[in-house]
């Protein structure tokens, strides 16, 4: 899950590995079928299988690594946001311009948190996301 940050916006990418959902039992299977298969007179070096080994551990590690990555990124928009509700805040719209006002909401969605903020005129702006924020305000 692609998180925004405030003032910038994180790649929506997702690397190969993320995509990957290759597990120990994927891989045994694939190994036993290597082993099933492979040449009686050329059988699969000791040393191959503990390259292979080396790298399914290391794969499984990466993967293990990115989705507590991503939690954490979460987890610190999710703060962000919270940080954010009843201060003033300089939004950026798509039209170009910018709005001021308030935070009074805040939503929270698969794609992180989407705020609200509430105008000096009274109007609310929805589905405001962290990139979209320029400038928090000291004075409210």
């Known amino acids: 899950m692609a998180v925004e940050a405030i003032g910038n916006e994180l790649s ?3 690397s190969e590995l993320a995509q990957s959902r290759l597990g120990q039992e994927d891989f045994i299977k694939l190994f036993l079928t290597e082993l099933t298969f492979q040449d009686p007179l050329e059988p699969i070096n000791n040393r191959e299988f503990l390259a292979q080994m ?8 990466t993967r293990v690594t990115n989705e507590n990555t991503n939690n954490l990124v979460s987890m610190n928009a999710t703060s962000q946001s919270l940080g954010l509700l ?23 969605s698969s794609t992180g948190p989407v705020l609200s903020v509430k105008r000096t005129d009274g109007s609310v ?3 405001v996301r962290l ?3 320029k400038l928090v305000r000291q004075g409210a």
């Open 12 to 14: 929506s990418t997702t």
């Open 54 to 61: 080396a790298q399914f551990a290391n794969l499984e590690q």
């Open 86 to 108: 009843g201060r003033e805040v300089e939004v950026s719209i798509t039209t170009g311009g910018t709005v001021i006002g308030s935070v009074s909401a805040i939503a929270f």
């Open 125 to 127: 702006l929805t589905d």
């Open 131 to 133: 990139s979209q924020i």
